[in-house]
């Protein structure tokens, strides 16, 4: 589609270079080394950006059950939308981790700021780092008692639950550039709402397992054959739990524009929000998926996308990026061998995923043009090789 810069409020500084044509077509992602897949991290600002990678199962020892390499490929977009300031952020690490095994682990997140873009900021430029410790405290836990049932999923959710409350526990020292501590970066000098917070959902891909932690009202859905999947569940303070929860702790949910922890919050978790705890928690809900051949892509999202636009439609606007999308630049390499010449954090930066992109840029202005008050951020992963 066209390009996406000529709106203002676009935050899409890759914009204009993510088409088809952008791609460098001698570009191969090749098998990677996991000593360089260890130390490859790649971020995005929250402007439009595309890349793909992919990991030939082959170089992962002990893995069972991944016979098949599990590709990612994933392009995104955020809009400020109809409002004056983005609190959206959006957060893209491939390879950021290495599991157990050595199997590498992907890390794709949305965060929705509120009140202030403080813990939003510090969720993009904090939370992949935590959980990168944590999993490495939980894979020693694992491999230890790796023969209890689910012992890895246990230490998955352990490694979760525990970054979000170390994320949490930082937020109020936050600057507005996601920094901790004392900053003398220009926005330091903004005055800080006492309510402020964010949502976050944070999806993590090893082998054929989908990890998605979530907190707040973004959400992970995932288009699966001819259906559409939820795979997190909004916190709204009216969900019959949340609000047996609210009240179990002698909160209340008042309606004043619709349900709100105590008439204020529209959302029963968050990161931050100290003033408005014990009620307001920000214990993540954890669902892992087995990915399945059906599966087509992930979509991450704030809720500036799903007020706006149903599941099934978003998922369906996802597959009609992939009938009639340009070519992706994505091939797979398969020589077995790893090119040690290669610089992969490079070209990581370099590969491109027009028809995640072309989708995500397209799910944003159709919640655009269905009248979205909010900001809108879009994660599209692509959970098929496309040749
Ligand atoms: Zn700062």
């Known amino acids: 589609m066209a390009s996406a810069g000529t709106n203002n409020n676009l935050h899409a500084g890759h914009a204009a270079g993510t088409g088809a044509e952008g791609a460098d077509p001698a570009a191969e992602f090749r098998l990677v080394p996991l000593h360089r897949l260890a130390g490859t991290s790649v971020g995005f600002e929250q402007s439009g950006a595309a890349v793909s990678i992919?990991?030939?199962?082959?170089?992962?020892?002990?893995?069972?059950?991944?016979?098949?390499?599990?590709?990612?490929?994933?392009?995104?977009?955020?809009?400020?939308?109809?409002?004056?300031?983005?609190?959206?952020?959006?957060?893209?690490?491939?390879?950021?981790?290495?599991?157990?095994?050595?199997?590498?682990?992907?890390?794709?997140?949305?965060?929705?700021?509120?009140?202030?873009?403080?813990?939003?900021?510090?969720?993009?430029?904090?939370?992949?780092?935590?959980?990168?410790?944590?999993?490495?405290?939980?894979?020693?836990?694992?491999?230890?008692?790796?023969?209890?049932?689910g012992a890895e999923e246990r230490a998955w959710r352990a490694a979760l639950s525990r970054s979000f409350a170390r994320v949490d526990a930082l937020a109020p020292a936050a600057c507005a550039c996601?920094?901790?501590?004392?900053?003398?970066?220009?926005?330091?000098?903004?005055?800080?709402?006492p309510i402020v917070g964010?949502?976050?959902?944070?999806?993590?891909l090893v082998r054929d397992r989908v990890i998605v932690a979530n907190c707040g009202d973004s959400r992970a859905v995932l288009c699966r054959g001819a259906r559409a999947v939820p795979?997190?569940?909004?916190?709204?303070?009216?969900?019959?739990?949340?609000?047996?929860?609210?009240?179990?702790?002698?909160?209340?949910?008042?309606?004043?524009?619709?349900?709100?922890?105590?008439?204020i919050l529209a959302m029963s978790r968050a990161i931050g929000h100290e003033i408005l705890k014990p009620e307001v928690i920000c214990e993540p809900e954890i669902m892992i998926t087995i990915r399945s051949d059906d599966d087509d892509f992930l979509i991450l999202a704030s809720d500036g996308l799903w007020d706006v636009i149903l599941n099934k439609m978003a998922c369906d606007v996802a597959m009609e990026c992939k009938k009639y999308g340009s070519p992706t630049s994505f091939r797979v390499v398969g020589s077995g061998q790893a090119d040690h010449n290669i610089d992969y954090g490079t070209l990581v930066r370099q590969q491109l995923e027009p028809r995640c992109y072309e989708a995500a840029t397209l799910l944003g202005r159709l919640a655009l043009n269905r009248q979205s008050s909010d900001n809108i951020s879009v994660v599209v992963i692509d959970l098929k090789v496309r040749v």
């Not at 964010?198 to 993590?204: C, D, E, G, K, R």
Request: hydrophobic share 45%; aromatic share 6%; charged share 20%.
């Open 54 to 149: 992919n990991v030939e199962a082959s170089m992962l020892p002990n893995q069972p059950g991944a016979a098949a390499a599990w590709p990612v490929a994933f392009g995104t977009m955020a809009l400020a939308g109809r409002l004056s300031v983005m609190e959206d952020t959006v957060s893209l690490h491939p390879s950021f981790c290495v599991w157990a095994h050595g199997e590498p682990m992907h890390f794709l997140a949305v965060f929705d700021g509120h009140g202030g873009p403080n813990v939003a900021a510090l969720c993009r430029e904090q939370m992949h780092a935590i959980l990168a410790e944590e999993l490495a405290i939980a894979a020693e836990q694992y491999l230890a008692h790796r023969d209890e049932d």
């Open 231 to 263: 795979l997190s569940m909004d916190h709204k303070p009216d969900r019959p739990d949340e609000r047996a929860r609210i009240e179990a702790v002698g909160g209340q949910v008042v309606f004043l524009d619709g349900p709100r922890v105590g008439g």
């Open 198 to 204: 964010s949502t976050a959902v944070v999806a993590l």
């Open 178 to 193: 996601g920094r901790v501590g004392w900053c003398a970066c220009p926005l330091s000098s903004r005055p800080r709402s």
